[in-house]
């Protein structure tokens, strides 16, 4: 037995968990990695080191230092970049630590509601049966999930949650309060989808669905809001090609306006799409479930080939268009497209209604349409699987108006 004891290794031979202090270097060679600069690495180490000896000072586990941000911001305060930014890093050091397994993962918040699991399988029946696209489905959870967040949870079970008229009638006012008409039709067609699928699943004990009403919406009711060729060589001259943050604006929003593409098209670009060879320029996996190939326009070509050499960063990912700030990823979301160019536009001294990146696809089917190009052509070339879909886009006539307006209109009419 005493042979045993003596074989066994002493305490300071076993392997010691990493502390703080390690984990914080670590942490820190991890965003040099990722390129960020020395002086943002510089500021992430103070404020970590600060977090460290306050966490320290009361014993503090690792685990728990999710739970030690808020206390620590409203206790010691914050230097030089505001509450916001200090929260920022320490989330962010803490989302590392998640990835090592040294931090509990967090359920999502749509897991913690009731009639979560309802709502699961309400989504997955949309995407299996009625093949809607991924994009609507995070719209179809988003708005399900504040709807469900908004119920009494007194006496409410995970698998039956309580629904009244008063609460549907409450959560309806709400969002008639910050969202514009026709968001508020499609959040509300989304809402009584759900309540349809409550009644079913036998959830609801009557289908509460037609309380919902839904905003009237007359087909081709809005004019589209389009840019002249003049506008569009305005809005395009204000961008500073100069950096690299414009020269990656510049050719986005050439892409919106030679070829109409969507700001979620753009942004999902992947550098296999552009077939230099060739000259060409293919969409995949479009909103319609299709793709298409362009012939790639020589100014299209010029201003993303100027990104990739002097303006994109050094990274492994395919993407063409990804952040300027570390770490490099690919784009998710088109608001920083979208507020660029409004941005731009507002710049350029160009009046539209709700600019954003669908203007300039609007312009481009009028363009088209100016040109002489057939319904099925201009169809085709946005992407659209029915012609219905690209009437929206059309409903002006330009030449006819000025005819119009010229004479007596009996030709026209």
């Known amino acids: 037995m005493r042979k045993k004891l003596k074989e066994q290794p002493v305490a300071a031979e076993w392997p010691r968990p990493p502390g703080l202090g390690e984990l914080i270097a670590a942490y820190l060679s991890h965003l040099s990695s990722q ?34 941000i808020e206390p620590f911001i409203g206790r010691t305060g914050w230097r030089g970049h505001g509450p916001a930014g200090l929260r920022s890093v320490l989330r962010g050091f803490v989302r590392w630590l998640r990835g090592r397994g040294l931090v509990p993962p967090v359920h999502p918040a749509s897991s913690r509601i009731c009639g979560a699991d309802l709502l699961e399988q309400h989504v997955r029946f949309q995407l299996e049966h009625r093949g809607i696209c991924s994009e609507y489905a995070k719209e179809l959870r988003r708005v399900c999930t504040a709807f469900l967040r908004s119920l009494s949870r007194k006496k409410c079970s995970p698998s039956r949650p309580i629904i009244r008229p008063e609460s549907i009638d409450r959560f309806v006012t709400s969002l008639g309060q910050r969202c514009s008409r026709v968001t508020m039709s ?28 839904v905003p009237v919406r007359f087909r081709l009711e809005e004019c589209p809001r389009f840019l002249g060729p003049d506008s569009l060589r305005k809005v395009l001259a204000e961008i500073d ?53 362009y012939p790639l326009a020589a ?32 784009l998710v979301y088109t608001y920083a497209l979208g507020y660029q160019v409004r941005k731009y536009i507002r710049r350029a001294g160009v009046t539209t209604v709700r600019p954003g990146t669908h203007t300039f696809r ?26 219905d879909s690209t009437r929206q886009y059309l409903k002006i006539d330009i030449d006819q108006l000025r005819e119009v307006a010229l004479g007596d209109g009996e030709d026209v009419l």
């Open 35 to 68: 390129g960020y600069r020395s002086v943002t690495i510089g500021r992430y180490r103070d404020d970590l080191r600060r977090f460290a000896r306050d966490v320290s000072r009361r014993r503090c586990r690792i685990k728990d230092l999710e739970g030690r």
């Open 186 to 213: 499609s959040r509300c067609y989304i809402l009584r989808g759900f309540l349809r699928f409550l009644y079913r699943r036998g959830a609801a004990t009557r289908d509460l669905s037609p309380l919902v009403l």
């Open 241 to 293: 090609r100069y950096t690299s943050h414009g020269r990656r604006t510049y050719a986005m929003v050439l892409l919106l306006a030679v070829y109409g593409l969507r700001g979620i098209e753009v942004i999902r670009l992947r550098l296999d799409d552009i077939d230099w060879e060739e000259a060409t320029l293919t969409i995949k996996s479009r909103k319609a479930g299709n793709s298409t190939t």
């Open 299 to 330: 100014s299209v070509g010029t201003a993303i080939l100027a990104y990739l050499q002097d303006g994109r960063p050094n990274s492994s990912d395919r993407h063409v268009f990804l952040s300027t700030k570390a770490p490099f990823r690919p």
């Open 362 to 387: 609007y312009s481009c089917a009028q363009r088209l349409l100016d040109a002489g190009t057939p319904l099925k052509w201009i169809s085709d070339y946005l992407g659209h699987r029915a012609t």
